[in-house]
Every structure is written in C-alpha cells, then in structure tokens.
C-alpha cells in the first residue's frame, strides 16, 4: 500500500507530470505559451460562428485538463492524471495566479 493516505503515489503523479512539462513536453511541442497559443488560433478559426471571443492558450490548458478529467471518470488511468496535472502546471506558467 502506498503511503499515509496515498500522498506517495500522489507525489509519484505530480512528480513524473513535472517532469514531462519541463523537460519532455517541451521538446516534443515548444513552450507551452506557444504550442497554446497555436492551438488556440486554431480551434478559434474552426469554432469562428460559435464563438463570442477568441479562444485562449490558458483556454486550452484548461480545456485540455477538462479532457483528461472526463476520460479519467470513464476510465481511471495514471496516464490522465497526469495529464491533467501537467496542463494545469502548463497554466499556471502562462498565467500564474500570484497565490503562494
């Protein structure tokens, strides 16, 4: 069994998420500032009728977290988890939210 209350694996998830964002992540894709933003010009352009305003890349951050969520509740995998942490991590470094 994983530590106290799974804070091991928890930690095991948060950490492999990390450390795909800076180091894989951005090899494979670019910054995520750009690879969002690039995203976002796109899914704004083929969205062009339903949309009252441009799409943006911390949209799609979170979008893409949404994602992860909702494939995970159908079927829960490490794999989403992660995801979804490493886009959130992904927006909290296009727009920080100043907290500590």
């Known amino acids: 069994m994983a530590g106290v ?12 998420a ?5 180091n894989d992540r951005a090899t494979a894709y670019a910054a995520p500032e750009d690879n969002f933003a690039r995203i976002a010009a796109c899914w704004t352009a083929l969205l062009d009728t339903r949309l009252t305003a ?5 949209d799609v951050a979170r979008m893409m977290a949404a994602l992860k969520l909702v494939r ?3 079927a829960p995998k490490r794999d989403n988890r992660v995801d979804a ?3 959130l991590l992904c927006l909290e ?4 939210t100043g907290q500590k």
Request: proline share 9%; net charge negative.
């Open 85 to 87: 942490i490493g886009y």
């Open 18 to 22: 990390a450390r795909i964002v800076q």
């Open 5 to 16: 209350d799974g804070w091991e694996s928890a930690r095991s998830v948060m950490d492999e």
């Open 72 to 74: 995970d509740a159908h």
């Open 54 to 58: 441009p799409i943006t890349g911390p």
């Open 93 to 96: 470094r296009s727009e920080p």
